[in-house]
């Protein structure tokens, strides 16, 4: 089985990318604990020593606040993202839940035709990112597969993904693009039987001259007539 975290090819010919969890959990968790403590102190279950001094405003701010804390931590410490490449049944299954699929989208494979590698400048708040993503045609939606702050990292499963799609692979992070995995449009998800040995070979006739100037055919249907040398 082939494997490069987090992709993972779980069968013969389909790929699996799992995201959350490992360290979102760890950053989730004092999100998670904050939320819950602001939460009980703003339905009231936990008593301070200066409520009086809280107005009667402070309560709904702070139950607010304490849920959206809650929300936040619990989405890092339980969130979960599945992508799922198939290249027998050609589609794509994305889900999202919390600790096991909750919600699914479907594409279908044949919908794009390149990997493509991207730069998202961040600002002060966010890191650059480098996404890998499959481009669709027809005026379809490009799907995110991979992200990651490290170009390295991210350049190289850009990589392990085209191939293992078949599919070309062009990096656009810089200001000159670059074509750095080339597949024939006529290769691309193609069956793992159909190899050139294996494929028909398509009929061409053959012809030997006669006495005289003419020509007999020789072929598969040919069926030499009466007094035919």
Not at 163 to 182: G, V
């Amino acid at each position: 089985m082939l494997s490069l975290r987090p992709f993972q090819e779980v069968a013969p010919g389909v790929l699996e990318v799992r995201e959350g969890g490992g360290l979102a959990c760890v950053f989730g968790l004092p999100f998670l604990a904050a939320g819950v403590f602001v939460t009980l102190i703003g339905t009231g279950v936990l008593r301070v020593q200066n409520a009086d001094e809280v107005p009667r405003w402070g309560w709904p701010v702070l139950l607010f606040m304490g849920l959206a804390f809650v929300a936040v931590g619990s989405a890092l410490v339980f969130g979960r993202s599945w992508t799922r490449l198939d290249t027998r049944r050609r589609r794509i299954l994305k889900q999202w839940g919390l600790l096991s699929p909750m919600r699914t989208e479907e594409n279908r494979l044949q919908d794009f035709y390149e990997v493509c590698l991207k730069f998202h400048g961040g600002d002060s708040d966010s890191a650059d990112r480098y996404p890998v993503v499959l481009k669709a045609g027809m005026g379809g939606k490009d799907l995110e597969i991979y992200s990651s702050t490290n170009y390295g990292e991210a350049r190289e499963r850009a990589v392990f993904l085209a191939r293992f799609l078949k599919l070309p692979l062009t990096d656009t992070s810089t200001e000159h693009p670059e074509l750095l995995h080339a597949v024939p449009r006529q290769e691309a998800l193609r069956p793992t039987f159909a190899t050139a040995e294996s494929a028909p070979q398509a009929f061409r006739p053959q012809f030997h001259a006669q006495p005289g100037g003419g020509k007999r055919r020789v072929g598969p249907d040919y069926h030499p007539g009466p007094g035919s040398g």
